[in-house]
């Protein structure tokens, strides 16, 4: 039996090859245009930011010179300020998103195997993934007092309800065909979990870290302007109280920053992790 | 020993909204160790009913089907099923997903020979230059290939196929009809063979059965006396011709009755 005589998919290996390299080269143009882009647009906030001082539409005594925020970030990298409040976002924020996706992800297979569980618990999370996480932080203020327990609760919350429904919703839409030709070759129960179910569920697992991630660090920065001690929300306070204009903006554009990088690292490790899927396009 | 399978008294009752459907009412068939068997017969005639109580998918309300004598209770490495859809696990390459069945403990004997064994069904399916490949880069008729290998396998006794070529075109239809022969003649296997394909039974097989539906049951059976290796010229041969022909002069009658 020869693969040749079906529709000469492998009619030749030189052109095949020839096709990829043309691929890779445009795909490479098309990343430097995308930079190209992102450098620009970012370029242009400056341009308005700056043009809009000097024209004193945006009035220079409440808003800080680019120059002046670049210095308060180099003074606070230098006396060490900005890395422990980071470390401390940080801390939380993995601590939070942690605990929230373990127990999204035990809770989503509970859900997506016993009937019951999913009755029980389907109405509780319509209401709750309803209910921003916010609003819990005076509660848990008064239940725990302004320490990281309170904090680290409103994230794991935060985290959690996100992550469930896309589990629970990626679980009840498996295909059941790929577990049927699982057992006719032998699988057995645990074969089937985490030879069938994990790979399938995988991607959605990591979208899952990508919603949660993304409502963690919203989450975060508004218990940290709440109360804290230390973190960028804290950092920030301390900044705004003072008058100091330069941090807060420092702390907004920070903010925004760690946002956009944390999520570039998921979705690397996304398109990773779903490789292999049929991209509608 | 092999003794084939036996189906006897098969029913299958199923309850709707609209009432009880007897999809299969006293189904009775003995298929000898390897024969060719396909089903044909109009839609709603219990044929995919019938296949999934062979793989084990679904219980029969009467009667009991066999395999060597040993009643068919759930699905199992011993009778390999290739599916319309594929099925081919799309997160796993071609080389990964022809040697899944040999990795389950179910099969732990080849465990030693788990490379040697998938190269060689990869062989003889024509896929040696695609084995890192995706089933998303693989053509229709390239993805069930990879199903017929990952079938394989195991060595299962029967092969299950449920319209495996169905959604190929004509042209690949026709390459996979004489791949599976080819495939069959150096690897012996009993097959089960659903299709809508009157031509493509009678091409195939050793035995074709016409159902008839409502409720759904044997028509009738009817043997294929044309020696095998078949190649496709056999299609415009006289004997090959008048067969088909009485065939289809069946399943047409049975489609009438239907649409009545």
Redesign the interface.
């Known amino acids: 039996m020869k693969s040749q005589n079906e529709g000469g998919v492998m009619a030749n290996h030189s052109s095949r090859d020839d096709v990829i390299q043309k691929f890779k080269a445009v795909k490479k143009r098309q990343r430097i245009e995308k930079i190209g882009y992102f450098i620009a647009s970012f370029g242009l906030v400056l341009l308005v930011w700056e043009v809009g001082r000097a024209t004193h539409v945006i009035n220079p005594k409440l808003f800080p010179s680019f120059a002046a925020v670049c210095k308060a970030f180099v003074q606070f990298l230098k006396d060490g300020t900005l890395l422990t409040h980071m470390y401390a976002s940080f801390v939380r924020v993995l601590i939070g998103f942690s605990l929230g996706i373990i127990a999204a992800v035990i809770l989503g297979f509970l859900i997506g195997w016993f009937r019951v569980v999913r009755l029980i618990v389907d109405p509780l999370v319509s209401f709750f993934r309803a209910l921003p996480p916010i609003a819990l932080i005076p509660l848990m203020i008064i239940f725990f007092g302004i320490g990281e327990t309170s904090k680290i609760i409103v994230l794991t919350y935060a985290s959690f309800f996100p992550a469930l429904v896309v589990i629970y919703q990626a679980l009840i839409g498996l295909e059941p065909i790929y577990g049927r030709a699982a057992q006719t070759l032998g699988a057995n129960n645990w074969e089937m979990f985490h030879k069938i179910i994990l790979p399938q569920l995988y991607p959605h697992i990591i979208t899952a870290c990508r919603v949660s991630l993304g409502v963690c660090w919203a989450t975060l920065v508004a218990a940290e302007l709440i109360a804290a001690q230390k973190g960028i929300g804290a950092m920030m306070v301390d900044a705004q109280n003072f008058f100091q204009m330069a941090p807060l903006v420092l702390g907004v554009l920070l903010i925004g920053a760690i946002s956009l990088v944390m999520d570039s690292i998921v979705r690397a490790i996304e398109r990773r992790a779903t490789a292999w899927q049929e991209k509608r396009s | 020993m092999e003794q084939g399978i036996l189906i006897e008294d098969i029913g299958v009752t199923y309850h709707t909204a609209s009432g009880t459907l007897e999809a299969l009412k006293d189904v009775n068939l003995k298929i000898e160790p390897g024969e060719f068997i396909s089903i044909v017969g109009p839609s709603g005639c219990g044929k995919t009913t019938l296949l999934n109580v062979l793989?084990?998918?679904l219980k029969s309300n009467t009667g009991q089907a066999c395999l060597d004598g040993r009643p068919i209770k759930?699905?199992?490495?011993e009778?390999?099923?290739v599916?319309q859809?594929y099925?081919?696990?799309?997160?796993?390459t071609v080389v990964e997903n022809v040697g899944?069945?040999l990795k389950?403990?179910?099969?732990k004997t080849a465990h030693d020979r788990i490379d040697e064994i998938v190269d060689h069904f990869i062989g003889?399916?024509?896929?040696q230059?695609?084995k890192k490949s995706?089933?998303?880069e693989l053509?229709g008729?390239?993805k069930q290939r990879v199903a017929i290998a990952?079938?394989y396998v195991?060595n299962p006794q029967v092969l299950l196929m449920d319209e495996p070529f169905g959604a190929l075109d004509a042209?690949?239809r026709q390459?996979m009809q004489e791949?599976l022969l080819?495939?069959l003649e150096e690897e012996k296997k009993t097959v089960v063979f659903i299709t809508h394909g009157v031509e493509e039974a009678t091409f195939l097989s050793t035995r074709v059965v016409i159902m008839a539906s409502k409720p759904g049951r044997i028509r009738e059976v009817i043997p294929i006396d044309i020696p095998y290796p078949r190649k496709a010229s056999v299609k415009t041969a006289p004997e090959f011709v008048k067969i088909r022909a009485e065939i289809d002069k069946v399943v047409r009658e049975e489609f009438q009755k239907q649409r009545q």
């Open positions: 793989a084990g998918f759930g699905p199992g490495p009778r390999g099923v599916f859809q099925a081919i696990f799309p997160w796993l899944f069945g389950l403990s179910a099969n003889l399916v024509g896929l230059d695609f995706y089933p998303k053509s008729g390239m990952r079938a195991v042209q690949t390459f791949s080819d495939i």
